[in-house]
């Protein structure tokens, strides 16, 4: 189908802001639902980095609206990151359902802030709403998006706070200000004297959103209120993920929560993306020509059944199963009825008196085990299937001159990566299990519980979950992080990015444990100062101390398929 050019289409809100979209119609007569992205990157780009271009989707019989939010692109008005996408995002549904010849039927699509846009405007449950697809985006904004295990996200956030306050500058035509954030963002400022505020967002984004998230560095009613509430929305929802994306636990999240309210269907899909872009390459991982994207044709497929009241298998056919996750390792897409329900477990302390071997816990179950030298040795470290009756210590020592860097995974540079030569380091343990004698396939959360301490107040742990090849390659799978200030019970608990995942007979699975992941996460400087007031003259030397078997039983539960 023809479409014609993009037409300029203007809202003014009802506290007076012009919020203006690009509007692409078919060449074709009748009426047409409406497909809506608000974003703030500047409408022309219209998220093309991930989805085809706004004029396919108008071809296949939708009017196309692509919108500047508030204070972006040609929109009036003040941009907050956030700030206005409810009240604007609900009055857009409503003028977008009433343009010339739409049949009154809207529905939203987007990825990170846009996904964001579809859940704020949902809120207030404008009746044209009809369906969204929100992919690659947080709900609890504190917990998905700004902080990790109560580490600040410091390169994800940094390098997105200088992206939007270079586009403010650019539209407030302050020339030293873009410059100066420009070159920032193709070399992240790191290393000022207080390295997560670096003096450049200081004197070129004084205003940025990046104050505050330094600010509020822990839960509370500051991210209760930015957070979008969607305890009283009901729509039918396309999730959508990558297994190395960095807002993959909002997905998850979201997901679970509306299968398990919704009257309507809840569909996840998740591939083996990072947050962009989505194809079969990521990391040094060449997942095949399966994990090419086909989300353009599915949410079209999800669109016509929803606004076009066309039966399921026109023209597209919907997935009969509502889960849709592809396996690393076997590069295969898996198609299930639900989500596997998490395995029970008590985060206390194993009865040791009631533990025979791993099979007698209710989920699989590997414990840390080591001769002292994880740190120094490959093959000191062990997992094994039943916990040593004797408590042994593995030390390391975590210098801030040259913390551990980090590589591949959800938080840096996404994907999967040959981390043999990190966990060659001293400051890096490492338990590897015997190879495998069948195949381990994997599908949720991992968890990992370390009986840890540390010679100051405060401390990280980074862990990351890797497959062990036949030649020794050490592929990461999954991964989180902690900080931990002042700590009272034991065993630690860090929570790994969900993961879908099949190891082969032959291969090993590794647990690898350091005291930084940097740039990912700021460096802890040991003292327990938010990390606002942390200055790079702080950074303290860290010993750090994990116990295992006995009294101590540190290990990984893993929901397996």
Not at 271 to 282: C, D, E, N, Y
Not at 317 to 333: D, H, K, M, Q, R
Request: charged letters at 15%; a negative charge.
């Amino acid at each position: 189908m023809a479409v014609h050019p993009p037409e300029i289409h203007s809202l003014t809100t009802s506290d007076g802001v012009r919020l203006d979209a690009d509007v692409y119609y078919p060449k074709a007569k009748g009426k047409f639902p409406v497909l809506l992205m608000r974003q703030p990157y500047g409408r022309a780009i219209a998220s093309t980095v991930v989805y085809a271009h706004p004029s396919w989707y108008a071809s296949q019989g939708y009017i196309v609206v692509i919108q500047d939010v508030r204070g972006r692109g040609t929109s009036e008005g003040d941009f907050q990151v956030f700030r206005h996408e409810t009240s604007d995002g609900a009055e857009t549904v409503d003028w977008a359902a009433n343009l010339p010849r739409s049949n009154g039927k809207v529905g939203m699509y987007g990825f990170s802030y846009q996904a964001m846009t579809q859940l704020y405007a949902a809120m207030t449950q404008p009746p044209a709403l009809k369906t969204i697809i929100p992919a690659m985006m947080g709900v609890d904004l504190y917990a998905d998006w700004a902080y990790e295990g109560g580490a600040f996200c410091l390169q994800n956030n940094l390098g997105w706070a200088i992206q939007l306050g270079a586009e403010t500058a650019r539209l407030r035509s302050n020339t030293s200000a873009y410059n100066a954030l420009y070159a920032a963002s193709r070399n992240l400022p790191l290393h000022d004297p207080i390295p997560a505020l670096p003096e450049v967002m200081n004197q070129y984004a004084e205003d940025s959103f990046y104050h505050d998230w330094l600010q509020y560095d822990t839960p509370g009613s500051y991210w209760e209120r930015l957070s979008p509430d969607l305890r009283d929305v009901d729509l039918p929802m396309l999730h959508i993920g990558g297994w190395f994306d960095p807002f993959l636990r909002g997905n998850w999240r979201l997901y679970q929560e509306m299968a398990a309210r919704s009257q309507h269907p809840q569909h996840l899909y998740i591939a083996p993306w990072g947050h962009l872009p989505w194809g079969r390459k990521v990391g040094e991982k060449d997942y095949g020509a399966a994990a090419n994207s086909s989300i353009d044709s599915l949410q079209i497929q999800w669109f016509n059944h929803f606004l076009k009241d066309e039966p399921k298998g026109t023209p597209y056919a919907l997935p009969e199963n509502p889960v849709t996750l592809f396996e690393l390792g076997s590069n295969t897409w898996k198609n299930l009825s639900k989500l596997p329900t998490p395995p029970k477990f008590s985060h206390q302390p194993v009865d040791l008196s009631k533990v025979a071997s791993a099979e007698t816990l209710e989920t699989q179950v590997y414990f840390l085990a080591t001769n002292g030298l994880a740190a120094i040795q490959e093959n000191a470290g062990k997992l094994v299937l039943k916990p040593e009756p004797e408590t042994n210590q593995d030390i390391f020592v975590h210098d801030p001159w040259r913390p551990v860097p980090s590589l591949g995974g959800h938080a840096g540079n996404a994907g999967q990566c040959d981390r043999s030569s990190l966990d060659c380091r001293t400051d890096v343990l490492t338990y590897t299990t015997a190879p495998l004698t069948a195949d381990l396939s994997l599908l949720g959360v991992i968890t990992v519980e370390l009986f840890a301490t540390a010679s100051t107040p405060s401390f990280d742990l980074s862990a990351t979950l890797s497959e062990v090849d036949r030649q020794g390659r050490v592929y990461n799978f999954t991964q989180s992080y902690l900080r931990i200030d002042d700590p009272e019970d034991l065993p630690l608990t860090i929570t790994l990015q969900p993961s879908c995942v099949q190891l082969p007979a032959g291969h090993s699975l590794r647990l690898s444990i350091s005291g930084a992941c940097f740039p990912a996460y700021p460096v802890n400087d040991g003292t327990g100062k938010p990390i606002a007031n942390s200055h790079l003259i702080d950074q303290q030397i860290i010993t750090i101390t994990l116990s295992s078997g006995g009294n101590s039983p540190s290990r990984i539960l893993l929901p397996r398929l």
